[in-house]
């Protein structure tokens, strides 16, 4: 990625012509042979990517939005912004383009997994054609002191200024006016609102920036925290933990960090812990079923597939359970099944000993 990024910031890009296409189209086009697709998890706009990769946009099109990046390596001159949510797109006249170093970092990837994209319940969705291996990881984790949150939402007010109640596993902190941060300590949760600001902003451009705002309003952010999802009906976008490019799932009910613009007021949501090292490790690798028999699983186990939603690869969170201050990363398949997170082995509850908590849709 960074070698992508460096080589894009030289290109120059021109301005996007609407592609439109039928569903057929669309999947064939995705699936073509020698071409580079980076996949945003959700829509952006292209006014962000333009700041990401270093292009010029113009004002009449900030606000197009795509989540896919397709770049063709056997010839130059041409890339496409697609969205696999409305199947359509946009084509891009390209000037100074190089691919030499594209294609050399792509060649010298050691991770290669066989796949192709088929539509499931009208959406593109990732196939691995074959039997997958994954790593296993172990971190240590970070825990912030929940009340330097205080400190830092509540107005610089330190955590004994401030009206506080205990209620159940939970402390209630608040500024007297219209902020309050409710801290769990049973799940290491906060949750933030703040109604003293509005929102009136509805293009992706500015609930994408205001939320990234509010984001590094927290401080320091994981190095491992990417942009996850983004619903524009609630304005709300999710940040999730990456492991070596995979989603950590199970670290909250909700991701990493939800945040919400709502037109009265800021609500965050968001985990006091984060990997923090790596720890060595001796366990072998997950080998995980291709992506039709995992279907096949669920579908013999009577699961309707047409309430699954989608399908990813990731990390299930777990704390060790010789050390509370150590977390067990395990690969496995998450399935966005009728408004819920799920892993396989939930599903199919092929292991009791698994926290049995699922993660909202997000």
Do not use: C
Not at 101 to 107: D, E, G, P, S, V
Not at 169 to 189: A, E, F, M, P, R
Not at 209 to 221: M, Y
Not at 287 to 310: C, E, F, H, I, R
Request: positive net charge.
């Amino acid at each position: 990625m960074d070698t992508l990024r460096s080589d894009v910031k030289k290109w120059r890009f021109g301005r996007p012509t609407t592609v439109k296409l039928t569903a057929k189209q669309y999947l064939k086009l995705i699936n073509r042979g020698n071409m580079l697709s980076i996949n945003y998890p959700s829509n952006v706009s292209y006014s962000i990517f333009g700041q990401t990769f270093g292009q010029k946009v113009s004002q009449q099109d900030r606000n197009k939005n795509f989540n896919r990046l397709l770049i063709p390596l056997g010839k130059k001159g041409v890339v496409y912004l697609l969205s696999d949510r409305q199947t359509h797109g946009y084509r891009v006249k390209v000037s100074k383009q190089n691919l030499a170093a594209l294609k050399k970092a792509i060649n010298k990837a050691t991770v290669k997994m066989p796949i192709n994209e088929q539509l499931m319940n009208k959406r593109p969705q990732i196939f691995y054609e074959q039997s997958v291996q994954v790593a296993q990881y172990s971190y240590l984790h970070n825990k912030q002191n929940p009340t330097d949150f205080v400190t830092a939402l509540l107005g610089g007010k330190s955590p004994n200024s401030v009206d506080s109640k205990e209620v159940g596993d939970s402390t209630i902190y608040n500024d007297g006016t219209y902020k309050s941060l409710q801290v769990n300590h049973k799940n290491g949760t906060i949750n933030f609102e703040d109604y003293s600001t509005s929102n009136t902003a509805k293009n992706t451009t500015s609930i994408l920036t205001d939320s990234f705002r509010e984001l590094s309003n927290l401080g320091n952010t994981p190095v491992n925290m990417r942009y996850f999802y983004y619903n524009p009906q609630d304005r709300t976008v999710v940040y999730r933990s990456y492991v070596e490019g995979f989603p950590v799932f199970n670290q909250t009910n909700f991701g990493t960090v939800k945040v919400q613009l709502m037109a009265t007021g800021n609500k965050l949501d968001f985990s006091v812990y984060s990997l923090q090292v790596p720890l060595p490790s001796d366990k072998q690798a997950v080998t995980l079923p291709t992506t039709q028999n995992m279907l096949d699983q669920l579908q013999n186990a009577g699961y309707n597939l047409t309430d699954v939603k989608s399908v990813q690869l990731g990390y299930h969170w777990q704390v060790n359970h010789s050390s509370d201050s150590v977390i067990d990363l395990t690969p496995t398949y998450y399935i966005n099944y009728n408004g819920s997170w799920l892993s396989l082995s939930q599903m199919l509850n092929a292991d009791q000993n698994e926290d049995s908590s699922s993660e909202e849709a997000n």
